[in-house]
């Protein structure tokens, strides 16, 4: 009877420890990428935390998304419904104001004869405690679109949005 000299199991034994060795450093890799691209409050979290964190941090993108598709849907809704009013000549401002965390987006559809201009709104949003990150003008057919994406110069202060809101309107209405 031969008996095995127990190098093919310690051999095996050594191939299962190295494929697990190379196995955790992948997830570690892995979740320290995960890490980085989420926000978190501290370096050193679990394993478990992250990906707990990991896991509202995508849902809350997603919730941000839809809101961003609703809004997007009223404001193509409203164009089109701008179109059935230009046979009358009229033009009403349409204005959307998102506000999440501490950012700040104004979204404004005007007709051509608007008596203001696109530092109007910026400076309103200055002084009232923003810093604009990003401004677009776009001049489509009859109407003039105004996209500005700001955020709070203090995120713990933050913003009022009902007072910008109605010192846009003052100036659009």
Known sequence: MERGNGNGSGASRLQRNMKERVRRKHMKELLSELAFLTPLQSSKVSATELLE?????????QERLEERRRRRALLLKEISGDENKKASGSRIPVLNISC??????????????????????????QQEGAE??????????????????SQAISPRIGVETTRIRQRIKDLCF
């Open 132 to 149: 604009v990150i990003s401004s677009t003008q776009y001049n489509t057919g009859d109407r003039v679109i105004y996209v500005v994406k």
């Open 100 to 125: 999440s965390d501490s950012s700040l987006e104004i979204n404004l559809i005007c007709g051509l004869e608007k008596n203001f201009m696109l530092h109007d709104i910026i400076s309103i949003l």
């Open 53 to 61: 964190n990991a896991t509202n941090h995508i849902k809350q993108l």
